[in-house]
């Protein structure tokens, strides 16, 4: 079992920063794919960025290449997300996931754990 706790969301203006948070319970965590998922009002969950166990592969979603960055402390138990250059279609509340399986994971049906999420909001 893992659960998972994010943080970091809050209000921002369009162009500014947040760094999420995402921290795992449990002592397997460096053994988990870990993924971003965002979720806007009347909209399904999407994918945004993922990382392989250790690291050395990532993938990000168009919309957000080039301005996330999804990255992770293996010693720290903890998965982040760096946003930069937020745009208001940006808002969602962000959940982060963890997936026992091996490689890049994309869809939401591969992740076997969720957090609650964190709500980022991006005025205009």
């Known amino acids: 079992q893992v659960q998972l706790v994010e943080s970091g969301g809050g209000l921002v203006q369009a162009g500014g920063s947040l760094r999420l948070s995402c921290a795992a319970s449990?002592?397997?965590?460096?053994?988990?794919?870990m993924g971003w998922f965002r979720q806007a009002p009347g909209k399904e969950r999407e994918f945004v960025a993922t990382i392989t166990w250790s690291g050395g592969s990532t993938l990000a979603a168009d919309s957000v290449k080039g301005r996330f960055t999804i990255s992770r402390d293996n010693a720290k138990n903890t998965a982040y997300l760096q946003m930069n250059s937020l745009k208001p279609e940006d808002t969602a509340v962000y959940h982060c996931?963890?997936?026992?399986?091996?490689?890049?994971?994309?869809?939401?049906?591969?992740?076997?754990?969720w957090g609650q999420g964190t709500q980022v909001t991006v005025s205009s």
């Open positions: 996931a963890a997936d026992r399986g091996v490689g890049i994971r994309i869809s939401v049906r591969e992740y076997d754990y």
């Open positions: 449990g002592r397997t965590f460096s053994r988990y794919t």
